[in-house]
């Protein structure tokens, strides 16, 4: 099955600071993936998503990621960060059963911390 | 085009009692998937419907059970609350089934506390 591991629970950045959030993916076969944000008391907002097409994936808001099958990872980042993207920032991976359901498996979780 | 409508928004039950959430998907989305959040567990895919049936399940006890109407909007139920129910509640509207490229739309959610 598939499965995602984002590195730390927690980022702190300041305000204009390249923001990097990491995330590893195990798949056996080629992945989908995602990653969502979300802000406090609300539903997950999809930023962007890799589907093969290109490795590097531009999203709203600002935000981008690079698949790299090498490293197996997709990783977000965001040359500058701004108060506004303080959230809780989840990746995920699409897993596909026989039956042909798909469901999204997530990360834990990374919460990015802002500071003027 | 209006979003993913989960209602209520927060509910407060007691142990032992039932519940009952909704979720409306967006127009001509047919594929409802449901997600518990907690802190210790984090985001867990709960089960999907399609079609007025359901496709998968996640591992959770019989407890918890859905239902989609013909109109695609989805009920989900927790019978016998526990403590550990308490959580957010995040439905997903999509608009194929089978389709890993879809993309999936979250409600904001239903905030469920159990005392």
């Known amino acids: 099955a598939q499965s995602v591991t984002q590195l730390g629970s927690h980022v702190s950045v300041s305000e204009g600071a390249l923001v990097l959030l990491r995330c590893n993916y195990s798949s056996s076969v080629p992945p989908y993936l995602f990653w969502y944000v979300q802000y406090p008391n609300q539903g997950l907002q999809l930023l962007l998503k890799?589907?093969?097409?290109?490795?590097l994936v531009k999203g709203i808001n600002g935000f981008e990621a690079e698949f790299k099958k090498s490293e197996t990872s997709f990783h977000l980042t965001k040359p500058s960060a701004h108060m506004s993207d303080a959230a809780e920032y989840f990746c995920?991976?699409?897993?596909?059963?026989?039956?042909?359901?798909?469901?999204?498996?997530f990360g834990t979780g990374t919460r990015l911390l802002v500071s003027p | 085009k209006a979003g993913v409508t989960q209602t209520p928004r927060y509910l407060i039950k007691t142990r032992g009692q039932q519940v009952t959430l909704s979720c409306s998907p967006i127009?001509?989305?047919?594929?409802v998937s449901w997600y518990q959040q907690t802190p210790g567990q984090g985001l867990q895919f709960l089960f999907e419907?399609?079609?007025?049936?359901?496709?998968n399940k996640g591992n959770f006890p019989g407890r918890f059970s859905g239902r989609q109407f013909s109109n695609s909007r989805s009920e989900m139920n927790v019978s016998t609350l526990e403590l550990g129910d308490s959580a957010l509640y995040l439905c997903?509207?999509?608009?194929?089934?089978?389709?890993?490229?879809?993309?999936?739309?979250f409600g904001q959610g239903t905030r469920l506390t159990v005392v």
């Open positions: 127009s001509g989305h047919r594929s």
């Open positions: 997903a509207s999509s608009l194929a089934f089978g389709d890993t490229n879809t993309e999936a739309f």
């Open positions: 419907y399609f079609s007025e049936t359901q496709r």
């Open positions: 995920a991976v699409s897993d596909q059963s026989w039956t042909g359901f798909q469901k999204l498996v």
């Open positions: 890799y589907t093969s097409a290109a490795t």
